[in-house]
């Protein structure tokens, strides 16, 4: 149901899966709240599958999760839906919970670009694999 929900507004915003090239999802429950019932909700197939599905994603789809009062800030890291070396649209989302969020209460997030970074300048990781000769760290 989540799942479905999150998905359809998604796409409605975009227009059309196609027209996303980056996401993530994020979790917020509140100070009484326990992080694992916002990890159950988002790190479930039956709403990353759709959403990756809904928007012919290839790539994990990169999360947050957070506990915490109104008004506490919220990063989502996002990543390019096909290619997750693509640095272009290595990019972390701030938002503020700014809705009074009772103390259990768990809201979710899922986030889309339609672009990478305007003028990035950060290297491309696949050459710099290839001249290292590894992935090792």
């Given at each position: 149901m989540l799942g479905e929900l999150l998905t359809g507004e998604i796409l409605r915003l975009a227009s059309s899966g196609d027209a996303v090239e980056g996401y993530?999802?994020?979790?917020?429950?509140?100070?009484?709240g326990e992080l694992e019932h916002a990890s159950a909700l988002i790190?479930?197939?039956?709403?990353?599958?759709?959403?990756?599905k809904a928007v012919g994603a290839k790539s994990y789809l990169a999360f947050t999760k957070v506990r915490g009062r109104p008004?506490?800030?919220?990063?989502?890291?996002?990543?390019?839906?096909?290619d997750e070396g693509m640095r272009s649209h290595y990019v972390t989302i701030h938002f503020f919970n700014c809705r009074r969020a009772g103390a259990r209460r768990i809201r979710h997030r899922a986030w889309l670009v339609d672009g990478g970074r305007p003028h990035h300048r950060i290297g491309?990781?696949?050459?710099?694999?290839?001249?290292?000769?590894s992935n090792e760290a």
């Open positions: 993530g999802k994020a979790a917020l429950v509140g100070m009484d790190h479930t197939l039956r709403f990353g599958n759709k959403y990756r008004n506490c800030p919220v990063m989502i890291p996002l990543m390019h839906k096909a491309d990781r696949y050459k710099d694999i290839e001249e290292l000769g």
